[in-house]
């Protein structure tokens, strides 16, 4: 044999082994075999023995479901459950390695775990971990889990806030993609509070954001969560659930609400109650906590219809507030709110508290325009003067807004403006409301001053009635009639009608006041062939009327009417004079012979 075939054998041989020596120290490059230490990290799985026996009770409960996977961007986690004491309990992750060498986390009574690369395990080697729970000395293993880490991927779900739309009829659902998390797959499931767990899938994701398309319920609250994956790696992980998105009924309940107003009091306010009545919104489990999403708010809107002329005519609070109103007309509306946006609405009127204070305002009116006085509220304070035509639109309010005034040396405050800014009409009624604040910009810090009914022009002739007649009603009686003076559409203007009857023959006169309501009275124990005259008038508080036309008229013996019958006349046109308010006058009877005060002898 040569000297190549003496050698040849025992060279092989030794190729042999170097490489088999060589792919072991490859191996062991690969998966490192970690040094011992004498202390533990607590960031570091520690490679000694554990704290405790190493037994097993063998018992039903204790961990379970271990799962351990690589988080992108957040390093590596184990999370598991625990069925059993919860009291003294203490976990302990279990991870060994292919060489047979074992270490452990300690992770208290936590149920989760989270490490980095730098924690000595092998994240691209295969390891085994499982989990031991210490509690009332007793030990209770999980089942095994063999797994490279690395490969073991787990995204998150969606963290943070999901933006929540409607898009053509269906619901959708946007997110902020977890950092390093792209290129994922999305599922979601969502229920009723009626209903189980449905499944649905988003389709794959990849960007900046992703986003569901899902189904919106009309009338019932919806609860979804969301979960991903990476979809090109097929041992990724699901991610667990996301934190509830509760979504409300497209359609909100109505709102159910009662209220009440109060009367007015002494400072020109009321009090406005707003109450709901609970609505039976039923919620899924995940959403029936506060702020979930899926209620349902209220908010009302306060509409001041008087004023018009003032800078802000509305506000709107939540349902729940107490408001307090002037004495002026208001809207309040109540509307229902979701997240996504008003729903249905409810719209109630309350109108203007119309009490009036007789004397407590001061109308002058002149060829200049109009000037009103009236008792004044704290310094600084803005007035709103509000005068219309009764029986008219308010669209045709006039309004008129001062500058912040102070009270002069009478207490009083004062405002004037000419014709040419929508003076009074003559012989027309008005009401007049004066409203205050010392805050204008402030919807609920009006108050009433005072409220009024005024007669543009001169009442006492313009209240004249304006037609009397007399009739037969029997032998000895006659009926007088009227029509109601104009007076009587200004409410509270009219205080009484004041018929006079004279005695032709004796030249007696009586007067008697009846009811401002009244048109007709009855003249009895009349003579017959005697001439009578018979006139009206209508007084006001402040004011004695004209009388009407003197209406002459006689009974015969038969009881018919001398000639000429009377007839009803019409009252004379009226001068336009200029009104005002001068006190009362009392109403009493008077004749011209100055008889003492007595009944009529014609009085029924």
């Given at each position: ?6 050698w040849?054998?025992p060279?092989?041989l ?9 792919g ?6 690969t998966?490192?075999?970690?040094p011992?230490?004498?202390a533990?990290?607590?960031s570091?799985c520690?490679f000694q ?5 190493d ?7 204790g961990p379970?479901?271990l ?7 957040a ?8 069925e ?13 390695l292919s ?10 009574s936590?149920t989760r775990?989270?490490?980095?690369d ?11 971990l499982w ?6 000395n ?19 779900p969606?963290?943070?806030?999901i933006?929540?739309?409607?898009s053509a009829g ?25 209903s189980?767990w449905k499944?649905?899938?988003c389709?794959?994701q ?19 969560q969301l979960?991903?994956r990476?979809w ?8 667990k ?27 020109g ?12 919104l039923?919620l ?6 506060p ?10 809107r ?12 509305t ?8 408001l ?16 996504f ?5 409810q719209?109630?009127?309350?109108p ?8 407590a ?12 006085y009236w008792?004044?509220?704290a310094?600084?304070?803005t007035y709103?003067?509000?005068?219309q035509?009764?029986?008219?639109h308010g669209?045709?309010?006039?309004c ?6 102070d009270?002069d040396?009478?207490g ?6 000419s014709?040419?800014f929508g003076a009074?009409?003559?012989?027309k009624?008005?009401?007049i ?11 609920t ?25 007399v ?5 000895d ?6 029509e109601?003076s104009?007076l ?6 009219l205080?009484?009608?004041?018929i006079r ?7 007696q ?6 009811q ?9 124990g009349l003579?017959?062939?005697v001439?009578?005259t018979?006139q009206?008038?209508?007084d ?7 009388w009407s ?5 006689s009974i015969e013996?038969?009881g018919t009417?001398?000639h000429?019958?009377p007839?009803p ?7 336009l ?7 009362s ?17 014609w009085?029924?």
């Open positions: 044999m040569g000297p190549l075939g003496t040849g054998v060279l092989l030794l190729l042999l082994l170097l490489s088999k020596q060589g072991e120290a490859s191996t062991a490059r998966c490192p075999q970690e011992l230490r004498a533990c990290r607590t570091e520690c023995d554990p704290p405790y026996p037994a097993d009770s063998g018992s039903a409960s379970r479901n799962s351990c996977y690589r988080i992108p961007s390093g590596y986690e184990c999370s598991w459950q625990y059993g004491p919860t009291a003294g309990v203490s976990h302990f992750l279990r991870c060994c060489s047979g060498r074992c270490c452990y986390f300690a992770a208290g936590a775990l989270r490490f980095s730098q924690a000595r395990v092998p994240v691209l080697c295969t390891v085994t989990v031991e729970s210490r509690a009332r007793q030990t209770e293993k999980s089942t095994n889990v063999t797994l490279q880490l690395y490969n073991s991927v787990r995204y998150e969606p963290l943070g806030d933006r929540v739309s409607k269906q619901l959708r659902l946007e997110w902020e993609t977890p950092d390093k998390q792209v290129r994922a797959e999305v599922q979601f499931r969502h229920r009723t509070h009626s189980p499944l649905g899938d389709g794959p990849d960007g900046d954001t992703e986003s569901c398309l899902c189904p919106l319920e009309m009338n019932v609250a919806q609860e979804f979960r991903r990476h090109e790696n097929q041992r990724s992980l699901w991610s659930w996301s934190s509830p998105v509760c979504i409300p009924p497209k359609n909100p309940p109505p709102p159910q609400v009662r209220f009440s107003v109060e009367q007015l009091g002494r400072d306010r009321r009090r406005l109650t707003l109450k709901e009545q609970p609505t039976q039923e899924p489990e995940g959403c029936r906590g702020a979930s999403g899926a209620e349902v708010t209220y908010r009302v306060l509409h001041m219809l008087s004023c018009l002329c003032k800078a802000k005519a506000r709107t609070v939540h349902l729940g507030k107490t307090n109103l002037s004495g002026a007309a208001y809207n309040v509306t109540v509307t229902s709110w979701n997240r946006g008003p729903g249905l609405n719209t109630w009127h309350i203007a508290d119309t009490h009036t204070e007789p004397g305002l001061n109308i002058s009116v002149g060829t200049s325009g109009t000037t009103l008792p004044a509220r310094h600084s304070t709103c003067i509000e005068w035509p009764v029986g008219q669209s045709l309010a006039n008129n807004l001062t500058a912040p005034q009270p040396l009478a009083m405050a004062t405002y004037s403006w014709r040419e009074m009409e003559q012989e009624c008005y009401y409301t004066v409203l205050a604040s010392v805050r204008p910009e402030k919807l810090l009006w108050s009433t001053v005072l409220s009024a009914y005024h007669f543009g022009g001169n009442a006492s002739v313009a209240g004249m009635p304006p037609h009397v007649s009739k037969n009603h029997s032998s009686s006659v009926s007088v009639d009227w109601p104009v009587s559409t200004c409410p509270g203007v205080k009484q009608y004041v009857c004279r005695d032709e023959d004796s030249n006169v009586s007067e008697q006041p009846v401002p309501t009244e048109t007709q009275v009855t003249l009895r003579r017959a062939g001439a009578y018979v009206v008038r209508a006001t508080a402040w004011l004695r009327g004209a036309q003197p209406q002459r008229f013996p038969h009417c001398a000429p019958c007839h006349v019409p009252a004379p046109p009226l001068s004079l200029e009104g005002r308010r001068l006190g006058v009392s109403t009493r009877w008077t004749s011209r012979k100055r008889h003492p005060c007595r009944r009529p002898w009085w029924s």
